[in-house]
């Protein structure tokens, strides 16, 4: 994992919303 002050802030959005997609296509 990379340290989160190497990711940024839009990475961490982009992540966060690829995690929701997948979460939604799983349990959802």
Do not use: H, R, Y
């Amino acid at each position: 994992m990379a340290k989160k002050k190497d990711t940024g802030p839009l990475f961490e959005g982009m992540v966060l919303t690829e995690w929701q997609k997948l979460s939604n296509s799983i349990f959802g």
